[in-house]
């Protein structure tokens, strides 16, 4: 009877609190939508406060008042009188210089006109309503605590009529957000509603509350029920909190609205008549049930529940428990009775599998051993016992950590066993360190599983293990090695990038700066330089640097007593400073620290080439750098590659200075045979510039690069050079030649080529004297060589050697008109002339006027 009571005590219970709960929610839905209500009618004012102003901007009658306001005038008055009637607590006019140029103010207490105040005076500067883009569109309203009290105010732009020209000023329009106002609010919502100040000291404990809870949350409405305004839920009221923020977004008033609470008590009263019902229908089924309950399963229950304690005391796996009957009670007892027995086979297995477990980690030729959850030894095989040198004995019972563990990691031992043994989870493989009972270590690597009891409690670790000492120290070397290799690959990586840098086409300052970057990465430091010395101004320049500041480029003087240079020329070998005094540091060096000290490493390595020092590698760390023979033999090897770069710079640039005078020597060569030419062959002076003046402007139209036009002039200047084996009385006989003396002056171009062939510097050049007589069409000479197989800079020197030749006196004619001669090389295009160069020509003479020259190469201006 008492058991069916408290079931219905607790099902009220449970049903009263689900109930009011669900009408408390109700509750707080309803005046949550009724302060929504509320919200939206300030909105809906703001809406039609927002349409008055932007009427009265847009209309003429107020940009023209704006536009023409002249405070001395008598006629500077409001436009419209009607706007005064708008029932307006405040009418403010701004010129576009935000400066207030008309105001109507009413007292908020007499309702009187009184002087406009100065935060109204300064509201465009304050609120930057000029600078606001929704001012330029649609406006901005809102409200703003004045020093008369809350507005509700409206700003709009006044523009000339629709356009969308530069503002002439602001129209804004108020009305008090009061009591007055509220209570018309409330009148159209048929709400009660009250407001308050937030920074009102006297302001009630229930809107002091509502404000510190809508500032930690983002919800806008906030409801408050009797029981968080300690109230009683009796309470005839409930009470739901909005903020009103200003125009720059932030709280102003709290308006509160509040309504009486019609649905939890309505609610409250059901759920009571509803608990009346419940009771009574419980007595009356609690009563049957029991008597029922008492004569058919209480005591049969007891019968049952009594010989499950008996087990558990006795763990007699042959009582059974007697129960009268073959309903579900008898079938439970038979049910109990089958577990008991198989709780006894259960335990007879397990015994027999914990045996043969021990015997397999008996045999096994490894580390064995089982611990208790805190960490006892309770088994450990032979295997163990001999390589520890402690007994059976010695063992069993004591604590794993204790003789097996180094004693400073005895603690952490015994914390990760019991952390193992509390949640379950254990590291599956781990290496230690072994402790032997002759105090020496060795390094183990273990396999370690849980054992778990039937109902899933650790109830002991088992841990396999084999001593890997060996094999971890062949490991460890290994990496060593691996770590070493690394090291010179990466070294001699570092070699064979500045060897490619050397021979690189590269100029000095590239190199160098590629070199620096190469050393700086490979030896791992800041910064690094070259300071070569300057034997002649005794002193040390760098010339190139890296990580560097710019006070470590400036020359230094070069002091030979210094000792630090002493050093590095007797003994070869680098400078290597670890967190230096600045005493220590070479004086080359201190001068340019100025009295900073980031240098806590410090190396220079000499620079030394044919037995002399040229200079020095210097290299600076911000940390100390641990070094090793390994590292210094690299740092020299550094320094010599340094060394090489600059020798072989040096000796690249000795090979073109000795280059460059060779081709000029060269060159002058040419030059005084081309003019040796001119003279016996009896031709004015200027022949051989005019030549080569037409044929680089003709070789550069069409396309030849500066290399090919200087081949093509060392071979202008050498034409005709094959003249020389032509006898005087054929080379200047007045007349027409006999057909045996133009057999010997055909011969000319194959003198030439006799005269030059062994020349390697003319091999190019000798394409024009060689070939410049052989015709397009294949019926020239000296081989009668056809088309495109005659050289390309023959074929064009061809055109100018006729041209010069047509538009210039000879022995045995006058001069052709520059005109004739053109319309001759046009006819002889296809046949004597590659047709392309033709075209080429005549292009180039019509549009130079037949008289423009162009520059000779640099290396060839005749004297």
Same mark, same amino acid.
């Given at each position: 009877?008492?058991?069916?009571?408290?079931?219905?005590?607790?099902?009220f219970?449970i049903t009263?609190?689900v109930?009011?709960?669900?009408?408390?929610?109700?509750e707080?839905?309803?005046?949550?939508?009724?302060?929504?209500?509320?919200?939206?009618?300030?909105?809906?004012?703001?809406?039609?406060l927002?349409?008055?102003?932007?009427?009265? /901007?847009? #209309?003429?009658?107020?940009y023209r008042?704006?536009?023409?306001?002249?405070?001395?005038?008598?006629?500077?008055a409001?436009?419209?009188?009607?706007?005064?009637?708008?029932?307006?607590?405040?009418?403010?006019? +701004?010129?576009?210089?935000?400066?207030?140029?008309?105001?109507?103010v009413?007292?908020?207490l007499?309702g009187?006109?009184q002087?406009?105040?100065?935060?109204?005076r300064?509201?465009?500067?304050?609120?930057?309503?000029?600078?606001?883009?929704?001012?330029?569109?649609?406006?901005?309203?809102g409200?703003?605590?004045?020093s008369?009290?809350?507005?509700?105010?409206?700003?709009?732009?006044v523009?000339?009529?629709?356009?969308?020209?530069?503002?002439?000023g602001?129209?804004?329009?108020?009305r008090y957000?009061?009591?007055g106002f509220?209570d018309?609010?409330?009148?159209l919502?048929q709400?009660?509603?009250?407001?308050?100040?937030?920074?009102?000291?006297?302001?009630?404990?229930?809107?002091?509350? *509502?404000?510190r809870?809508?500032q930690k949350t983002?919800?806008?409405?906030v409801?408050?029920?009797?029981?968080?305004?300690?109230?009683?839920?009796?309470?005839?009221?409930?009470? /739901? !909190?909005?903020p009103i923020?200003?125009?720059?977004g932030n709280?102003q008033?709290?308006?509160?609205?509040?309504?009486?609470r019609?649905? !939890?008590?309505q609610?409250?009263?059901?759920?009571?008549?509803?608990g009346?019902?419940?009771?009574?229908i419980?007595?009356i089924?609690?009563?049957?049930?029991y008597?029922?309950?008492?004569?058919?399963?209480?005591s049969?229950?007891?019968?049952?529940?009594?010989?499950?304690?008996?087990f558990?005391?006795t763990? %007699?796996?042959d009582?059974?428990i007697?129960?009268?009957g073959?309903?579900?009670?008898?079938?439970?007892?038979?049910?109990v009775?089958?577990?008991i027995?198989?709780?006894g086979q259960?335990?007879?297995?397990q015994?027999?599998?914990?045996?043969?477990f021990?015997?397999?980690?008996?045999?096994? @030729?490894?580390?064995?051993v089982?611990?208790?959850? %805190?960490?006892r030894i309770?088994?450990?095989n032979?295997?163990i016992?001999?390589?520890?040198?402690?007994?059976?004995k010695?063992?069993?019972?004591?604590s794993?950590?204790a003789?097996?563990v180094p004693?400073?990691?005895q603690?952490?031992?015994?914390?990760?066993i019991?952390?193992?043994a509390?949640?379950?989870?254990?590291?599956?493989?781990?290496?230690?360190? +072994?402790l032997?009972?002759?105090?020496?270590?060795?390094t +183990?690597t273990?396999?370690?599983?849980?054992?778990?009891?039937?109902d899933?409690?650790?109830?002991?670790?088992?841990? $396999?293990?084999?001593?890997?000492?060996?094999?971890?120290k *062949?490991?460890?070397?290994?990496?060593?090695?691996?770590r070493?290799t690394?090291?010179h690959?990466? #070294?001699?990586?570092?070699?064979?990038?500045?060897?490619t840098? $050397?021979?690189? %086409?590269?100029?000095?300052?590239?190199?160098?700066?590629?070199v620096?970057?190469?050393?700086q990465?490979?030896l %791992?430091?800041?910064g690094?330089?070259?300071l070569?010395?300057?034997?002649?101004?005794?002193?040390l320049?760098?010339?190139a640097?890296?990580?560097l500041s710019t006070?470590f480029?400036?020359?230094?003087?070069? $002091?030979?007593?210094? &000792?630090v240079?002493?050093?590095?020329?007797?003994?070869?070998?680098p400078?290597?400073?670890?967190?230096?005094?600045k /005493?220590?540091l070479?004086?080359?060096?201190k001068?340019?620290?100025r009295?900073?000290?980031?240098?806590? +490493?410090?190396?220079?390595?000499?620079m030394?080439? @044919?037995?002399?020092?040229?200079?020095?590698l210097?290299v600076?760390?911000?940390q100390?750098?641990?070094?090793?023979?390994?590292w210094?033999?690299?740092?020299?090897s550094?320094a010599?590659?340094?060394?090489?770069?600059?020798?072989?710079?040096?000796m690249?640039q000795?090979?073109?200075?000795?280059?460059?005078?060779l081709?000029?020597? !060269?060159?002058?060569?040419?030059?005084g045979? *081309?003019?040796?030419?001119e003279?016996?062959d009896?031709?004015?002076r200027?022949?051989?510039?005019?030549?080569?003046d037409?044929t680089?402007?003709?070789?550069?139209?069409?396309?030849?690069?500066?290399?090919?036009?200087e081949? $093509?002039?060392?071979g202008v200047?050498?034409?005709d050079?094959?003249k020389?084996?032509? =006898?005087?009385?054929i080379?200047?006989?007045?007349?027409p030649?006999?057909?045996?003396e133009?057999?010997?002056m055909?011969?000319? &171009?194959?003198f *030439?080529?006799?005269?030059?062939?062994?020349? =390697?510097?003319l091999?190019g050049?000798?394409e024009?004297?060689?070939?410049?007589?052989e015709?397009?069409d294949?019926?020239?000479y &000296?081989r009668?060589?056809?088309?495109?197989?005659i050289p390309?800079?023959a074929?064009i020197?061809?055109?100018i050697?006729v041209?010069?030749?047509?538009?210039?006196?000879?022995?045995?004619r006058?001069?052709?008109?520059?005109?004739?001669?053109?319309n !001759?090389?046009?006819?002889?295009?296809?046949?004597?002339?590659?047709?392309?160069v033709?075209? /080429?020509f005549?292009?180039?003479?019509?549009?130079?006027?037949l008289?423009?020259?162009?520059?000779? =190469?640099?290396?060839f201006?005749?004297?």
């Amino acid at each position: 009877m008492l058991i069916v009571i408290v079931t219905l005590g607790i099902v009220f219970a449970i049903t009263q609190s689900v109930l009011t709960k669900q009408f408390l929610q109700l509750e707080s839905q309803d005046i949550r939508l009724d302060a929504q209500r509320a919200q939206e009618a300030i909105n809906k004012e703001l809406d039609t406060l927002n349409k008055i102003t932007e009427n009265w /901007a847009l #209309r003429n009658e107020t940009y023209r008042f704006i536009r023409g306001f002249d405070p001395g005038s008598a006629n500077s008055a409001p436009p419209d009188a009607e706007l005064e009637s708008l029932d307006m607590d405040a009418v403010l006019y +701004f010129d576009n210089h935000q400066q207030l140029i008309y105001g109507h103010v009413n007292n908020p207490l007499t309702g009187e006109q009184q002087a406009v105040p100065a935060d109204l005076r300064a509201l465009p500067q304050d609120h930057e309503l000029f600078q606001s883009d929704l001012l330029a569109t649609e406006g901005t309203s809102g409200i703003l605590r004045s020093s008369q009290g809350p507005l509700i105010l409206s700003a709009r732009l006044v523009n000339p009529g629709y356009s969308e020209g530069s503002p002439v000023g602001m129209l804004v329009l108020g009305r008090y957000f009061d009591r007055g106002f509220v209570d018309e609010l409330g009148k159209l919502t048929q709400l009660s509603l009250d407001v308050k100040p937030v920074d009102d000291p006297a302001i009630p404990n229930d809107y002091q509350q *509502a404000m510190r809870t809508l500032q930690k949350t983002t919800d806008q409405i906030v409801v408050q029920t009797p029981g968080e305004l300690k109230l009683s839920n009796t309470s005839e009221h409930v009470a /739901a !909190y909005l903020p009103i923020n200003d125009l720059d977004g932030n709280p102003q008033l709290i308006l509160r609205v509040d309504d009486e609470r019609h649905l !939890y008590q309505q609610g409250v009263r059901s759920v009571r008549n509803y608990g009346f019902v419940l009771i009574l229908i419980g007595l009356i089924c609690g009563g049957a049930a029991y008597l029922y309950f008492d004569r058919s399963l209480i005591s049969r229950l007891l019968v049952i529940d009594d010989g499950i304690n008996r087990f558990r005391e006795t763990h %007699n796996f042959d009582q059974q428990i007697e129960v009268q009957g073959n309903d579900e009670l008898a079938h439970l007892a038979s049910a109990v009775n089958a577990t008991i027995i198989e709780l006894g086979q259960f335990q007879e297995g397990q015994i027999e599998a914990e045996k043969q477990f021990r015997e397999a980690l008996q045999n096994l @030729s490894l580390a064995a051993v089982i611990l208790d959850p %805190n960490g006892r030894i309770v088994f450990c095989n032979d295997h163990i016992v001999s390589i520890s040198g402690w007994q059976h004995k010695e063992l069993i019972g004591h604590s794993w950590c204790a003789r097996f563990v180094p004693e400073e990691q005895q603690a952490e031992c015994r914390r990760e066993i019991v952390e193992a043994a509390r949640s379950g989870r254990i590291t599956a493989h781990e290496d230690t360190l +072994f402790l032997l009972r002759n105090g020496k270590t060795r390094t +183990f690597t273990w396999s370690n599983t849980l054992l778990y009891s039937p109902d899933e409690i650790v109830t002991g670790i088992v841990r $396999i293990g084999e001593d890997v000492t060996e094999r971890r120290k *062949a490991e460890s070397l290994l990496r060593d090695s691996l770590r070493e290799t690394r090291l010179h690959l990466s #070294r001699l990586t570092a070699l064979r990038n500045i060897d490619t840098t $050397i021979t690189s %086409n590269m100029d000095t300052v590239a190199k160098l700066d590629s070199v620096l970057i190469t050393i700086q990465e490979s030896l %791992n430091v800041d910064g690094v330089d070259i300071l070569q010395i300057d034997q002649d101004k005794k002193s040390l320049v760098p010339i190139a640097a890296k990580g560097l500041s710019t006070d470590f480029l400036e020359e230094q003087p070069l $002091i030979i007593s210094d &000792p630090v240079l002493t050093k590095l020329l007797e003994n070869n070998e680098p400078l290597i400073l670890v967190s230096p005094s600045k /005493a220590e540091l070479p004086i080359w060096t201190k001068s340019r620290l100025r009295g900073s000290r980031w240098i806590e +490493f410090y190396g220079a390595a000499p620079m030394i080439s @044919s037995s002399r020092l040229i200079g020095v590698l210097e290299v600076f760390g911000r940390q100390p750098i641990e070094i090793d023979d390994g590292w210094l033999e690299h740092y020299n090897s550094m320094a010599l590659q340094a060394t090489i770069t600059l020798e072989n710079d040096k000796m690249i640039q000795g090979i073109q200075h000795a280059n460059h005078e060779l081709v000029q020597a !060269y060159e002058g060569t040419l030059i005084g045979w *081309a003019r040796a030419l001119e003279l016996r062959d009896k031709e004015t002076r200027g022949h051989s510039e005019r030549m080569m003046d037409l044929t680089m402007r003709l070789g550069r139209r069409l396309g030849m690069d500066a290399h090919d036009l200087e081949v $093509i002039a060392r071979g202008v200047l050498l034409h005709d050079i094959g003249k020389m084996g032509v =006898p005087d009385y054929i080379l200047h006989k007045p007349g027409p030649l006999t057909d045996e003396e133009w057999v010997v002056m055909h011969q000319h &171009p194959q003198f *030439a080529f006799n005269l030059l062939k062994n020349i =390697p510097y003319l091999e190019g050049a000798l394409e024009v004297a060689f070939c410049h007589h052989e015709h397009w069409d294949g019926k020239g000479y &000296p081989r009668g060589l056809k088309g495109k197989d005659i050289p390309f800079s023959a074929r064009i020197f061809a055109i100018i050697d006729v041209w010069d030749a047509l538009t210039h006196d000879r022995p045995y004619r006058p001069a052709w008109p520059e005109e004739e001669a053109l319309n !001759y090389i046009h006819s002889r295009a296809n046949t004597q002339f590659d047709p392309r160069v033709v075209d /080429a020509f005549i292009k180039m003479q019509q549009e130079s006027g037949l008289r423009e020259t162009a520059p000779l =190469p640099v290396h060839f201006v005749l004297d």
